[in-house]
């Protein structure tokens, strides 16, 4: 008889948004991405095994799924060991879980040096050589966190409701353009440059604006990195 497959449901619980993804055998079943809201448990498929990675802390979220799943994994924090990865961070606990996974994911696509650059709520840019050396990073504020920073901080910089950005780095016509076009004009300027100081690393880009900037770079999108270094823990049997 064959075996049955293990079916594992994967939460990536970033700043703002909820992604999840149901797998077995290491292929999507399901998956979906929401804001946070009380019922959204509610709505999740049923697992063999729950992981979360959680980059700030979710009290009620945490209570709910561990009332709803059995043989939770919650991450907050990096594991101390991993066979693939060796901390640069005198106190590991510090890196942040989403960085982390996303190198462990982007570990399994290469054995090559990597970069990789996640453009969510920050925009990340962290260091993975061959020997699987984490080389330390960049963060900056993302677009919508650098965005938000201007308009509450400064008199004149405001989001005027008759106004749109778009996706162009051209100049802006009007402040919302111009807000828009520099921020992108700025994250793409400093991932083209940190991808041009270490030409043997292989970039990669994922994140909710990682689509756009990877486009723009002429660089390799991978939406799922995050999932992907959960996956790969589950793949090692580490729980």
């Given at each position: 008889?064959?075996?049955?497959?293990?079916?594992?449901?994967?939460?990536?619980?970033?700043?703002?948004?909820?992604?999840?993804?149901?797998?077995?055998?290491?292929?999507?079943?399901?998956?979906?991405?929401?804001?946070?809201?009380?019922?959204?448990?509610?709505?999740l498929p049923a697992a063999d095994k729950v992981m979360v990675a959680a980059v700030r802390h979710h009290e009620l979220l945490q209570q709910r799924l561990q009332q709803q799943a059995s043989g939770l994994v919650?991450?907050?924090?990096?594991?101390?060991?991993?066979?693939?990865?060796?901390?640069?961070?005198?106190?590991?606990?510090?890196?942040?879980?989403?960085?982390?996974?996303?190198?462990?994911?982007?570990?399994?696509?290469?054995?090559?040096?990597?970069?990789?650059?996640?453009?969510?709520?920050?925009?990340?840019?962290?260091?993975?050589?061959?020997?699987?050396?984490?080389?330390?990073?960049?963060?900056?504020?993302?677009?919508?966190?650098?965005?938000?920073?201007?308009?509450?901080?400064?008199?004149?910089?405001?989001?005027?409701?008759?106004?749109?950005?778009?996706?162009?780095?051209?100049?802006?016509?009007?402040?919302?353009?111009?807000?828009?076009?520099?921020?992108?004009?700025?994250?793409?300027?400093?991932?083209?440059?940190?991808?041009?100081?270490?030409?043997?690393?292989?970039?990669?880009?994922?994140?909710?604006?990682?689509?756009?900037?990877?486009?723009?770079?002429?660089?390799?999108?991978?939406?799922?990195?995050?999932?992907?270094?959960?996956?790969?823990?589950?793949?090692?049997?580490?729980?």
């Amino acid at each position: 008889m064959p075996v049955k497959s293990v079916s594992v449901l994967l939460i990536d619980a970033g700043n703002s948004r909820f992604k999840w993804q149901l797998r077995a055998a290491g292929q999507v079943l399901q998956q979906g991405v929401a804001g946070y809201a009380d019922s959204l448990t509610e709505t999740l498929p049923a697992a063999d095994k729950v992981m979360v990675a959680a980059v700030r802390h979710h009290e009620l979220l945490q209570q709910r799924l561990q009332q709803q799943a059995s043989g939770l994994v919650w991450l907050s924090e990096p594991l101390l060991q991993h066979p693939a990865f060796r901390h640069c961070y005198a106190d590991p606990a510090r890196l942040g879980v989403d960085r982390w996974l996303a190198m462990l994911g982007a570990r399994r696509l290469t054995e090559k040096p990597l970069l990789v650059i996640d453009a969510g709520t920050a925009l990340t840019i962290d260091l993975l050589d061959a020997d699987n050396q984490h080389q330390g990073g960049y963060i900056v504020p993302g677009q919508g966190l650098a965005a938000q920073a201007l308009f509450s901080s400064t008199e004149r910089v405001r989001q005027y409701l008759d106004e749109a950005g778009g996706d162009a780095i051209t100049p802006g016509r009007d402040t919302l353009g111009c807000v828009t076009a520099g921020l992108k004009y700025q994250a793409l300027a400093m991932v083209q440059t940190v991808v041009a100081e270490y030409p043997q690393y292989v970039p990669l880009v994922t994140g909710g604006d990682g689509e756009w900037l990877a486009r723009q770079a002429g660089l390799t999108f991978k939406a799922d990195l995050i999932m992907d270094g959960m996956d790969s823990l589950y793949a090692l049997d580490l729980f």
